[in-house]
T-cell receptor
Framework: GAVVSQHPSRVICKSGTSVKIECRSL??????MFWYRQFPKQSLMLMAT?????????EQGVEKDKFLINHASLTLSTLTVTSAHPEDSSFYIC?????????FGPGTRLTVT | AQSVTQPDIHITVSEGASLELRCNYS??????LFWYVQSPGQGLQLLLK??????LVQGIKGFEAEFKRSQSSFNLRKPSVHWSDAAEYFC????????????FGTGTQLKVEL
């Protein structure tokens, strides 16, 4: 099956700094990628839809200036958490859409101290 | 608004026993339906999906699910659970015209007793 990678798998940063998370489709081209956030013991909440070469579409309640998404190529999308605060600590998961199906990355655990 | 409900937060079964995980959705039309499994440190893996046709869907790892339109349900079943099936299971739906966006249920944590 298709493989999606995320980097880093874990990151700890200080409050006020920015963190970039990469999502790559390794063996297929993905015109659309999705970014999710998962709180402990909770479900995945869609944050935004990222389309290659265009601006991301954010879900209601998601701050686009805080969660910057770039989808510069068909195999790479990045999520930058700007001016991170402890409440941004979470598990961030990306998925890449291909052949009518979504393939998920293993997730990135962000801890803001 | 569309929604997905997984009524059982935790389920514990003995190895070899049968399993049924419940999923209900709220939507005016038939959505596309999915079941995913999430293991620690790994990405979500698709177990099976329903788009149309036969309402009994076979998936990987011996799982199956049945779409029941009258009950707005898509329950996941396995006749004999293995210890390696212990994981978090998510039901998800995509709605027509939604651009492949998935809405997830809250998940069911499956524990398997040896």
């Amino acid at each position: 099956g298709a493989v999606v990678s995320q980097h880093p798998s874990r990151v700890i940063c200080k409050s006020g700094t920015s963190v970039k998370i990469e999502c790559r489709s390794l063996d297929f081209q993905a015109t659309t990628m999705f970014w999710y956030r998962q709180f402990p013991k909770q479900s995945l909440m869609l944050m935004a839809t990222s389309n290659e070469g265009s601006k991301a579409t954010y879900e209601q309640g998601v701050e686009k200036d805080k969660f910057l998404i770039n989808h510069a190529s068909l195999t790479l999308s990045t999520l930058t958490v700007t001016s991170a605060h402890p409440e941004d600590s979470s598990f961030y998961i990306c998925s890449a859409s291909g052949a009518g199906e979504q393939y998920f990355g293993p997730g990135t655990r962000l801890t803001v101290t | 608004a569309q929604s997905v409900t997984q009524p059982d937060i935790h389920i514990t079964v003995s190895e070899g026993a049968s399993l049924e995980l419940r999923c209900n959705y709220s939507y005016g039309a038939t959505p596309y339906l999915f079941w995913y499994v999430q293991s620690p440190g790994q990405g979500l893996q698709l177990l099976l999906k329903y788009f149309s046709g036969d309402t009994l869907v076979q998936g990987i790892k011996g799982f199956e699910a049945e779409f029941k339109r009258s009950q707005s349900s898509f329950n996941l079943r396995k006749p004999s659970v293995h210890w390696s099936d212990a994981a978090e299971y998510f039901c998800a739906v995509a709605f027509t015209g939604g651009g492949n966006k998935l809405t997830f249920g809250t998940g069911t944590q499956l524990k398997v007793e040896l």
